[in-house]
């Protein structure tokens, strides 16, 4: 399995990025998946995550702002983030969780300027 994560970049305050995360392998339907950041000197954190069928959970701190979605014809989840914050500058992975083991994607860089 091999994740590919894209979609970061350089936005101001207010704005918006979605970010994608591209799945390798036949069992992505079946799998869960979450995206985590990591900002400078600080711990990687749970952003949001979403099951097989779609249940998904978020992190208080994106609560209203961040959406996670997928689409399983195209091995893809989606992490929609609107009125970004400087706060939420980090780079960005997904992880996908499939038979019992998790997988990482590489990471992408998100940079929100104030």
């Known amino acids: 399995v091999q994740l590919q994560a894209s979609g970061g970049g350089l936005v101001q305050a207010g704005g918006s990025l979605r970010l994608s995360c591209a799945a390798s392998?036949?069992?992505?339907?079946?799998?869960?998946v979450g995206w985590y950041r990591q900002a400078p000197g600080k711990l990687r954190e749970l952003v949001a995550t979403i099951t097989s069928g779609g249940s998904t959970n978020s992190a208080d701190s994106v609560k209203g702002r961040f959406t996670i979605s997928r689409d399983n014809t195209k091995n893809t989840v989606y992490l929609q983030m609107n009125s970004l914050k400087p706060e939420d500058t980090a780079v960005y992975y997904c992880?996908?969780?499939?038979?019992?083991?998790?997988?990482w994607g590489q990471g992408t860089l998100v940079t929100v300027s104030s």
């Open positions: 392998g036949s069992s992505f339907s079946q799998a869960s």
């Open positions: 992880r996908m969780v499939s038979g019992g083991y998790g997988y």
